[in-house]
C-alpha cells in the first residue's frame, strides 16, 4: 500500500464486505482490506474508526484489526508510542456501553490484555486497569479483561518468550490479592450485583485458578468458590452460569493433580460427592447440558486424584475411589454423551493399572470396569427402528467405535474371556435385535484376544452365528460377520469348523449388505490360517475372477487379494508360480483394457474404469508374496521372476498412458516399486529401461513420485557397482527439473512432497554409495539447496532433508571401507556449508520450526560437532548473536544464551541438543 487510505474509503471497502451484493465486488473488498490491515497505516485509522463508531460492521472491523495488528505486528511500533496506544486503548473501553455489541467488545478486551503482556513498561498494569475500570458501569469490562490475561498468556500467537511469560506470571501472582479483593467487592455490592457480573466473577477467578495464579490455601476463605458451589447445588441455576461454575470447580480440582492440601482435598470430594444429588435431578428434568457439567466435574475428580488412588495399599483404597461409583452413575445415563466424557479416566486408569502389572491392585479396580463394560454395551444398542446399517461417519458409529476401542484397553482387567462369557449371557437373554447386536458388537471387540484353547462360549457363540437366519436385521448380520473375521486365531486352532465358516462367509459375499464385511473376515482368516486355507485356493480364485460382480468396496477386494497372496506364500515352488501368475493376470487383463480403449472415459474413482483399483491389487500382490517352504533359492530364479517380467510392459505403459494423472501416476510407482522389492537383485533386467523412463516422464510431469521410485532403485541397486553410474545420471537428471520448480514463488512450500522425495533418493544414495556420492559434481548444489529447506515445516520434508544431512555427516565417521578419502570429502564439504547450515537451523528452530522437528535438528548438529567441535562452536556463538533480541522482541539474559552455548557444545548426545534446542527455543514462542 504506498500511502494512507482515507477512513472513508475503508469504511466503503468494510460496507462492501458485509453488505454488498457483487460477489466479485465482496472478494476484491476483501483483498483490499487484507493489505490494509498489513499496513502500518491500519493503526491510526483503526483508532479513529472506533472514535467515530460509524456502525457496527466498521467499528468490529476496527477492533478485530488492532486486536490482531498487536498480537502479530506490536514490533512495528516504536516504543515511544506504546503509552498513546495504551491509552486510546484505554478511552475505547471506557466508551464501551451496555448496548456496546458484545464481539466488538470482546475485541478490544483481548487487545488490552494483549497490549499488557507485550508492554514491559507497563509494571503495573492490573493495579491500574483495577483503578481506570472499576466504576460500576465499566466492571464488566474490566472483568473481561482480568479474565482474557491468563488465557492470553499461554497464547502461542503472542510469541511473548518464556522470560516475559515468567515475568507476567510473577506480576499477576503479586496482584492476585487486589484481585480477590475486587471480585469480592463485586459480590458483596448486592445493589449492583447482576447475574452477569455474577458469572464473570467466577470466570475470572477460574482463568486465574486454572494458570495456577491464586494460592490454593486462598480457597478456604474465598467468596467466589463458594457461590460456585451454591450454583451447582440449586436445581434453579440458569444454564450460563452452572457453566462457569463447572468450569471453576474443575478449575481447582486440576490443581490437585500436581499440588497437595489434605484437608482440602477431602472438602473438595466431599463437596462433589453431594453434587450427586442436583445431577439426578438434572436427569429427571431432562436438563443434558447440566448433566454434562456434573459428568465433567465427576470425572475431573477421579483423573485429578488417580494417582493417589493408584498408589494406595490395596488394603486400604484412597478416600476418592468411590468417586468411581459416580462417574459410572452417569455412564448409566441414557444419552451416550455422557459416558464418551469419561473415556480418558478409564484409558488412564487402564494405562497406570497395565504398567504398575499389580495383581491386587487390579482387584481393586476390576468390579467397575465389569460394570462399565456392561454400560457401554447398553449404550452401543441401536434404535429399535433404525433401517439398514450405521454409515461410518455418522456420530454413533464414531462413539461405538471409540467404544470398542477403550473395552480392547480395559479387557485385560477383567479378561477378555470373562468379557466374552458376560456378554454371551446377555446374547442368550437378548429379546430385541438390538440387544443382540451390541454383545455381539462387543465381542468382537475382545475376539482375537480370547485363547485358542477356550472352547465352552466361543463354539457356541460360532454355532449361533452361522445359523442366523438371513431375515434377521442387517445390522446384526454385519457385525456377526465381523465378529467371525475377528476370530480367525482362534479358527486357525479349530480346523474342524474352517468349512462351515468359509460356506458363511461365500454365502455373505454374495449378498451386497455383506459383501464388504465378508471379505474383509475372508481375508483375515486367510492371514489366519494358511494352512487349512491352501486346499481351498481354486475356490479363492474363483471368488478373485468375479471380485467386480460382488458389491465389495474397494479396500476389502483388495483385501482377498493380499489373502491369496499370503496363501501362494507358502506354496511349494511349482505350485506357487502357476497360482501368481493367474492372480496378477486377474489385473493386468482389465488394465490393459483401459488402456485399449480408443475413446477414453472419464476415470470415476473406484469404479471398474478406475486403472488404481487393479494397480492396487497388483501391489498387494508382489507385496505380499514372500515366497516360503523353500520356494526361493539362491542363486536360482525367484518364483515371481517371470511373472514381473511379464507384466512390466503393462506397467510401463501405464506410466506413460497416464502421465499426466498424478494419482495413477502415483500408483503405477508404488506397484512398480513393490515388484522391485519382491524381486531384489533380481529384477536388473528392469532398471535400465525403467530409469530411462522415469528421467523423460520426471522432464514432462515432475511427478514426485518418480523420484520416490528412483530412490527405490538405488536403495536396491546401489550396492552394485556396475550400476551406480547409471543411477549417478538419474540422480543428476532429476536435478534440473527438480530445482526449476523448487525455484519459483512459495516453491518450496507449495512442494513438499517433491523435498522429502528428492532428499530421500539423494540420503538412500549416500547411505548404499557414498564414496561414489560424494564424488559426484551436484552434491554441492543439493547441499544448498538442503538449506534452504531445513526452515520448511512439512513433517515428512523436513525429516527427509534432516536425514540427508544427518547421513552425509555420519559418512564421514564410519570406520570401514574408503574410511580415508570420504573423511576428507566429508571434511572438506563440511568447511564450506557447516556456518550457513547451522545458522540456519538454529534460527529456524528458535523461531519457526515445530518441536517435533527438533530430535533430527540434535542429531545433525551432533554430527557436526563431531567433526569440528572448535569451528562449530564459533559457529553457533555468531548465530545466537545474529538471534533478534530488542526490546519488541522477546528479551534473552545473556546468562541464557552462554548457557545454551554451553549446553550444546559439550552435549555427550544427540538427544542432549535436541532438549537444549527445546529449552531455547521458549524464550522466543
Known sequence: MDGPPSVDLVVKAV??????????????????????????????????LLQQKRDIETCYFAAQTLRSKIQSKFHELPENVHESLR?????????????????????LCLAMADLVLLMPEWKNAVPELIQRLAESSKILTLLEVLMLLPEEIESRHLRLGENRRKEMKEQLQSSADGLNQLLQTCLSNTTDTTLDIQILVIKCY?????????????????????????????????????????????????????????????????????????????????????????????????????????????????FTVPILDTVLLCCSHPDYELPDLTFNLWYRLSEELYNRNDDNLIQVFKPYIERLIVCLSRHCQMEPDMVGCLGDDE??????????????????????????????????QANQWEQTEAALYVMQAVAR????????????????????????????????????????????QHPEILQAVLQHLLQGLQDPVLASEAATALQSVCSKCRKQMAQHFSGLVQILEQLD?????????????????????????????????????????????????????????????????????????????????????????????????????ALSRCCDHYGDNERVTERTCRTIRFAIRCLGIQSACLLQPLVTQLIRLYELHKHSCYLYLGSILVDEFGGESGCIPGLVQMVQAFISPTYSLLAKADGLRNNPGTVDDFFRLNARFMQRAPMSYLQTEFLMSVVECGIMSVSLEHREANTSVMKFFHDLLSAGRTKDKDYEARNHLVVNLHSKFAKPLLETLITSAVLNLPTYTYADIGDVIFE???HDRSSVSGFLENALKNLPNTSSTPAVTTKQLVEFHKSVTSAERPIDISQAIREFSRLWR
Open 15 to 48: 460496507n462492501s464486505l458485509y453488505n454488498g451484493q457483487d460477489p466479485s465486488q465482496k472478494e476484491e473488498a476483501g483483498r483490499w482490506l487484507q493489505e490494509y490491515q498489513n499496513s502500518v497505516y491500519a493503526w491510526t485509522i483503526s483508532d479513529q
Open 87 to 107: 491509552n486510546s486503548l484505554l478511552e475505547h473501553l471506557n466508551a464501551v456501553t451496555g448496548t456496546t455489541d458484545s464481539v466488538i467488545k470482546t475485541q
Open 206 to 318: 477460574s482463568s486465574w485458578m486454572t494458570l495456577h495464579l491464586i494460592p490454593l490455601q486462598s480457597l478456604h476463605s474465598s467468596s467466589v468458590i463458594h457461590l460456585a458451589v451454591s450454583a451447582l447445588s440449586h436445581h434453579s441455576t440458569p444454564g450460563n452460569m452452572h457453566d462457569a461454575a463447572s468450569d471453576c470447580v474443575i478449575s481447582v480440582l486440576t490443581r490437585f493433580e500436581k499440588e497437595s492440601d489434605p484437608a482440602l482435598e477431602r472438602t473438595m470430594f466431599d463437596t462433589v460427592v453431594r453434587f450427586e444429588e442436583p445431577y439426578q435431578h438434572a436427569v429427571s428434568e431432562e436438563d443434558m447440558e447440566k448433566c454434562l457439567n456434573y459428568c465433567r466435574i465427576f470425572t475431573e475428580l477421579g483423573e485429578s486424584f488417580l494417582f493417589h488412588m493408584v498408589t494406595s495399599p490395596p488394603s486400604s483404597p484412597h
Open 395 to 428: 456420530d454413533f458409529a464414531e462413539f461405538r467405535t471409540r467404544v470398542s476401542d477403550l473395552i480392547k484397553d480395559c479387557a485385560f482387567i477383567v479378561g477378555s474371556s470373562s468379557v466374552f462369557r458376560q456378554m454371551y449371557g446377555q446374547l442368550q
Open 449 to 492: 484376544y480370547i485363547l485358542p484353547d477356550e472352547d465352552e462360549v466361543v463354539p457356541a457363540v460360532l454355532q449361533q452365528v452361522l445359523a442366523l437366519p438371513h431375515t434377521l436385521h442387517q445390522a446384526v448380520r454385519v457385525t456377526a460377520v465381523r465378529l467371525v473375521g475377528e476370530l480367525s486365531e482362534w479358527i486357525e
Open 549 to 649: 460382480k460382488f458389491n465389495i468396496k474397494p479396500e476389502p477386494a483388495k483385501g482377498l487379494v493380499k489373502g491369496a497372496a499370503l496363501i501362494i506364500s507358502i506354496m511349494q515352488k511349482d505350485q506357487l508360480e502357476s497360482a501368481v501368475v493367474k492372480v496378477c493376470e486377474l489385473q493386468v487383463k482389465p488394465l490393459c483394457a483401459l488402456m485399449e480403449k480408443q475413446k477414453q472415459e472419464k476415470i470415476v474413482k473406484n469404479s471398474v474404469n478406475d486403472p488404481v483399483l487393479y494397480l492396487d491389487r497388483l501391489a498387494d500382490i508382489f507385496r505380499h508374496v514372500t515366497p516360503s517352504n523353500g520356494s526361493v533359492v539362491p542363486s536360482s530364479p525367484h518364483p515371481c521372476k517371470g511373472v514381473v517380467e511379464a507384466t512390466w510392459p
Open 864 to 866: 557436526m560437532l563431531q
